[in-house]
T-cell receptor, first 112, second 115 residues
C-alpha cells in the first residue's frame, strides 16, 4: 500500500536540543497529522493540519503543512526526556478522504 | 481517556486456534478501525467499520474478519491464527475534525503472540 516517506528513521539527541523530522508524499494530501507513541501505548494525536502553508504549535511542538501539499514537518524545541517515543506522520490523500496513509515513524531518544 | 477499551491486552495462543479481539468505545463514534503494528511496517489497516453491520477491508485483511453488531463494539477475529499474525493490534475510532478529516483516536493495543 501507499506509504509516506518519513525521515529520519531514528534520532538520538541531548536534552535541550531542538528536533526536526519530516514526511513527504508523491501525491497531494489535504490533511496532515502528527502522532506520538509511547512504549506500550497507542499513538496519540499531537497536531492536525488542514490547509497548505498552515503552521500550528502545541507547546514546544510546531508542525507545518507544506505549500506543495506533498510534505509536512514537525519540530520539537528544547527537548526533554519525556519526548522519547516514536513520532508518526499520517495524511489523507486528496483522492481518498477515508483512509489515512502512514509514515513508518521516527524513533526519538533523548539523553538527559 | 478517549473512551476506547481493548481486550485482551495480552494473549498467547497456538497456531490454528481462533482468536477474537474486542474493541469497545463509549464515544458513540461512527467509524472504528483495526490496525496491526509491526517493526518496519508501521501501522497497517486491517478492516474498518463505518456503521453497525457496515464494514470494509483494509490493506492487510487476509486471515481476518470483523463484526460490528452494536455501535460501541468492533470485534476482530482470526479464524485460525498463524505465526505471521503475531503483532500488536490497535483499535481506533474516528473523530471528525475541521474540514471533515477523520482524525483517529487509538486504544492502548492488544499484543498477540501466536506460537
Amino acid at each position: 500500500g501507499q506509504q509516506l516517506n518519513q525521515s529520519p528513521q531514528s534520532m538520538f539527541i541531548q536534552e535541550g536540543e531542538d528536533v526536526s523530522m519530516n514526511c513527504t508524499s508523491s501525491s497531494i494530501f489535504n490533511t496532515w497529522l502528527w502522532y506520538k507513541q509511547d512504549p506500550g501505548e497507542g499513538p496519540v494525536l499531537l497536531i492536525a493540519l488542514y490547509k497548505a502553508g498552515e503552521l500550528t504549535s502545541n507547546g514546544r511542538l510546531t508542525a507545518q503543512f507544506g505549500i506543495t501539499r506533498k510534505d509536512s514537518f514537525l519540530n520539537i524545541s528544547a527537548s526533554i526526556p519525556s519526548d522519547v517515543g516514536i513520532y508518526f506522520c499520517a495524511g489523507l490523500d486528496a483522492g481518498n478522504n477515508r483512509k489515512l496513509i502512514w509514515g513508518l515513524g521516527t524513533s526519538l531518544a533523548v539523553n538527559p | 481517556d478517549a473512551g476506547i477499551t481493548q481486550s485482551p491486552r495480552h494473549k498467547v495462543t497456538e497456531t490454528g486456534t481462533p482468536v477474537t479481539l474486542r474493541c469497545h468505545q463509549t464515544e458513540n463514534h461512527r467509524y472504528m478501525y483495526w490496525y496491526r503494528q509491526d517493526p518496519g511496517h508501521g501501522l497497517r489497516l486491517i478492516h474498518y467499520s463505518y456503521g453497525v453491520k457496515d464494514t470494509d477491508k483494509g490493506e492487510v485483511s487476509d486471515g481476518y474478519s470483523v463484526s460490528r453488531s452494536k455501535t460501541e463494539d468492533f470485534l476482530l477475529t482470526l479464524e485460525s491464527a498463524t505465526s505471521s499474525q503475531t503483532s500488536v493490534y490497535f483499535c481506533a475510532i474516528s473523530r471528525t475534525g475541521e474540514g471533515g478529516a477523520n482524525v483517529l483516536t487509538f486504544g492502548a493495543g492488544s499484543r498477540l503472540t501466536v506460537l
